[in-house]
T-cell receptor, first 118, second 112 residues
Framework: GAVVSQHPSRVICKSGTSVKIECRSL??????MFWYRQFPKQSLMLMAT?????????EQGVEKDKFLINHASLTLSTLTVTSAHPEDSSFYIC??????????????FGEGSWLTVV | KQEVTQIPAALSVPEGENLVLNCSFT??????LQWFRQDPGKGLTSLLL?????REQTSGRLNASLDKSSGRSTLYIAASQPGDSATYLC???????????FGTGTRLKVLA
C-alpha cells in the first residue's frame, strides 16, 4: 500500500536553532499534505495544509513565520521550525493524499517526528 | 466548529474481555470517520475507516460502528489481548477534505 515517510523520526536541537522535518510520499503523488502537532497527553491538532506549488494554509493560532512549510514537489513537503524553543517540543506528524477524486480512503499518515528542544 | 470527544479517557481491563470505546462529535456533517491506534513514542496506525454512508466496518477482532445522526461512533474490541494496549484515537473529516479533527484519545491497558 501507499507509504508516507517522515524524517527524522527523532531530533534534538538547541534552543534558538531551526530544524527541518521532511514528509515524503513514496509511491504516489501527494498534491496535498497536512501537518499535525501533538503535545504530551493531548490529541493531534491540525497545524496547516500544504499544497504543492502554492502557499500553505495555516490553522488559526499557528504562526506561519515560525512554522515554515514548503511543498515544492508532488512527493515532498517540509516543515521547518524556526528559532525553536523548548515549548515547541512536540510530536509532529504529516498526512498525504492525492486528492484526485476524493473518496475518503486515500489518506496516509507518516510515522511522525519527535522534536525535543533543549 | 467540530469537536470530537472520546470516553473513557483511560481504561484498564483484564485480558480476554470485550470492550467498547466511545467517540462523539458535535457536527454530524462528516465525510468519514477513522479509528487509529498509537503506541507510546510511535506514529499512527489506521485501524478502520467508516464512510459517512456506512454503518460499520470490521477488521479481525475490531468492529467500528457509526451513527452519524447522533454524532457517535464506537470501537468494539473482542477478546482483548495485552498487545492491544495503546492509545486509540478517533478522527473525523468534514466537507470532502482530508482535514481530520482528532478526539482526545482513550488510553487502553490490557492486563495479562
Amino acid at each position: 500500500g501507499a507509504v508516507v515517510s517522515q524524517h527524522p523520526s527523532r531530533v534534538i536541537c538547541k534552543s534558538g536553532t531551526s530544524v527541518k522535518i521532511e514528509c515524503r510520499s513514496l509511491d504516489f503523488q501527494a498534491t496535498t499534505m497536512f501537518w499535525y502537532r501533538q503535545f504530551p497527553k493531548q490529541s493531534l491538532m491540525l497545524m496547516a495544509t500544504s499544497n504543492e506549488g502554492s502557499k500553505a494554509t495555516y490553522e488559526q493560532g499557528v504562526e506561519k513565520d515560525k512554522f515554515l512549510i514548503n511543498h515544492a514537489s508532488l512527493t515532498l513537503s517540509t516543515l521547518t521550525v524556526t528559532s525553536a524553543h523548548p515549548e515547541d517540543s512536540s510530536f509532529y506528524i504529516c498526512s498525504a493524499s492525492d486528492l484526485q477524486g476524493f473518496s475518503g480512503n486515500t489518506i496516509y499518515f507518516g510515522e511522525g517526528s519527535w522534536l525535543t528542544v533543549v | 466548529k467540530q469537536e470530537v470527544t472520546q470516553i473513557p479517557a483511560a481504561l484498564s481491563v483484564p485480558e480476554g474481555e470485550n470492550l467498547v470505546l466511545n467517540c462523539s462529535f458535535t457536527d454530524s456533517a462528516i465525510y468519514n470517520l477513522q479509528w487509529f491506534r498509537q503506541d507510546p513514542g510511535k506514529g499512527l496506525t489506521s485501524l478502520l475507516l467508516i464512510q459517512s454512508s456506512q454503518r460499520e466496518q470490521t477488521s479481525g477482532r475490531l468492529n467500528a460502528s457509526l451513527d452519524k445522526s447522533s454524532g457517535r461512533s464506537t470501537l468494539y474490541i473482542a477478546a482483548s489481548q495485552p498487545g492491544d494496549s495503546a492509545t486509540y484515537l478517533c478522527a473525523v473529516s468534514t466537507s470532502g477534505t482530508y482535514k481530520y479533527i482528532f478526539g482526545t484519545g482513550t488510553r487502553l491497558k490490557v492486563l495479562a
